[in-house]
């Protein structure tokens, strides 16, 4: 989509003023609200309460409570300099791995399920792909004393064993949905139907920055604590970086990072999208890098469609970034040119999770591996740069995928 250079000077401005998304819920073209007449009472009521409840004293001393408590934040900023060295960088992580349950979903989670309790909603849905989500919104739902479903394609139900059990230990109901695709387009779709049949006392809890307004804003504002975090700890060891990076699944940690940034017009923010192993629609799930405008779940953003209009199966080694859609902010911020999306390939992020294991001793998520590969290629075409990466999850849910891969060292260990 092609807007004019004066005009994105515009809409850049105008989204700084905070007139985004504006009262359709539209992010210049993108977002707003596509759901079936059934849904809009509901939507519209979420809509209502995201206004009263999301900016009240109490809930913000709740949520604050909470997130410091019970998440573990402020999360730390962590100097990697031996990252540093081999980039010819200086390197900063924040780490939502160190947050509870292992990744940034939670700070959502969380959020979504106390407001969700004082809306007076009797129970929760969520959907989850490889079953982070799910994991966050079954322990926010414990700890907040709501019962929780949460929809999981069968293919993801049968690959992601343990976090099916972490869930149900939790407390969680998890179905597992054997129609279309079987994954988390599909526990989507399954979501959103057992909402219909219920908006009056259930609350559909989305995962990610995504969905019909006002779900791409709430989530937004959710999880903006990881950048306005970042950014604090960074000035007070010696100031803003050159480039803050990210990887985009449906967006919701890299929006979260660089929102507190978008005011800052020399910092540039640059999200990573998953390359796959090749260009071809079906290998990659690079949706803003290689996708074309169109409405999934409930709004219109970038997708990746083939020539028929049908929704493509995607792929990456990161089940926390295949997803065929992306958060209409996204499609707005890479519109207006204020944020840069590139790919970073599967062979890209297993060896960057390698060298973050070997220089730092952290085992970061794929997902999170994806920020790094993008962060390494980046420093090396701009020697000194001082570079912040969103480590937005622990690798350990990995291990089962990461045995298809030796390491480097397991490789050296054999030779
Ligand atoms: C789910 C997940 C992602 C991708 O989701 P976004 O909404 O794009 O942030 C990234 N990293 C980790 C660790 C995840 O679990």
């Known amino acids: 989509m092609e807007i004019q250079r004066e005009e994105r000077e515009r809409l850049l401005k105008e989204l700084l003023a905070g007139r985004f998304p504006d009262a359709a819920g539209r992010f ?102 490889a079953g982070q989500h799910g994991v966050a919104s079954a322990a926010a739902c414990a700890r907040v004393g709501l019962p929780c479903t949460v929809y999981m394609g069968a293919v993801d139900v049968a690959r992601q064993a343990p976090n099916v059990d972490r869930m149900r230990r939790l407390g969680a109901t998890v179905v597992a949905v054997e129609s279309g695709d079987q994954t988390l387009r599909a526990a989507i779709d399954e979501a959103i139907r057992d909402w219909v049949s219920d908006p009056e006392g259930t609350y559909y809890l989305i995962g990610s920055a995504i969905g019909p307004h006002p779900y791409p804003y709430l989530v937004r504002e959710l999880q903006a604590v990881i950048g306005r975090e970042a950014r604090a700890q960074l000035l007070e060891r010696g100031g803003l970086p050159d480039a803050v990076f990210a990887c985009v699944g449906g967006g919701s940690n890299a929006i979260g990072l660089f929102h507190a940034f978008l005011g800052d017009r020399d910092v540039r923010l640059i999200g990573v999208e998953a390359g796959g192993r090749g260009t071809a629609l079906g290998d990659h799930s690079a949706t803003l890098s290689a996708g074309r405008p169109g409405v999934l779940h409930g709004n219109y953003s970038m997708l990746l469609y083939d020539d028929d209009g049908l929704i493509h199966e995607t792929h990456s080694v990161s089940a926390g970034l295949d997803y065929p859609g992306v958060g209409p902010e996204h499609a707005f911020l890479k519109a207006i040119g204020r944020v840069d999306y590139v790919t970073a390939s599967d062979d890209e992020a297993l060896a960057a999770l390698d060298e973050c294991c070997e220089a730092e001793g952290i085992l970061p998520a794929l997902e999170s591996s994806h920020a790094l590969a993008g962060a390494k290629r980046w420093a090396k075409e701009n020697p000194g740069a001082r570079i912040l990466v969103g480590l937005s999850g622990r690798g350990d849910k990995d291990m089962p995928i990461l045995a298809q891969y030796p390491s480097r060292k397991e490789n050296r260990d054999v030779a």
Do not use: C
Request: charged letters at 25%.
């Open 28 to 129: 210049g073209p993108f977002g707003g609200r596509y759901v079936p007449e059934t849904l809009m009472a509901a939507v519209t009521r979420l809509e209502e309460g995201v206004r009263t409840t999301l900016r009240s004293p109490e809930f913000e001393r709740q949520l604050a409570a909470e997130l410091r408590d019970w998440v573990g934040r402020p999360t730390a900023l962590t100097h990697a300099p031996e990252l540093g060295r081999r980039w010819g960088a200086e390197v900063y992580l924040k780490r939502e791995d160190l947050a509870h349950t292992g990744a940034h979903k939670i700070n959502n989670a969380i959020g979504q399920a106390l407001l969700a309790k004082q809306l007076g909603a009797k129970r929760i849905v969520a959907e989850t792909g």
